[in-house]
């Protein structure tokens, strides 16, 4: 399991190194977010989930059903998207209420 991050839409906040619990992510000499090793990535989405610009995704392996898919996740008041480029270049958005995510 890995994640990429978009130099581009990075604004360098941090956050994302802040909650990677296996220490995996760095700041680079231009203060943006950079993965030290993509394969140690264990696949929490933790940084995916802290990111307000979106620019982490993370790879939907095969053994997910991802099949070379990506996901990244936005926020709009108590709903999270878990919006999905799948490599057939469809998308797929999956909405969860945040209030109602630990119900069951």
């Known amino acids: ?5 978009n130099k581009e839409k990075c604004v360098a906040c941090g956050k994302c190194r802040e909650v ?3 220490n995996l992510i760095k700041i680079g000499v231009d203060k943006k977010a950079q993965i030290r090793h ?3 990535c264990w696949g929490c989405t ?3 989930k802290e990111c307000s610009v979106n620019a982490i995704e ?8 991802g099949a070379g898919s990506w996901m990244l996740t936005k926020e709009e008041g108590d709903i999270r998207h ?3 480029h799948k ?10 209420n945040k ?3 630990n119900q069951y």
């Open 1 to 5: 399991m890995s994640i990429r991050i």
């Open 20 to 22: 990677c619990p296996g």
């Open 38 to 40: 993509p394969k140690e």
């Open 46 to 48: 933790s940084c995916v």
């Open 58 to 65: 993370f790879f939907l392996g095969a053994d997910i059903g």
């Open 82 to 84: 878990w919006i999905i």
């Open 87 to 96: 490599s057939d270049g469809s998308v797929k958005t999956i909405q969860i």
């Open 99 to 101: 209030k109602n995510s």
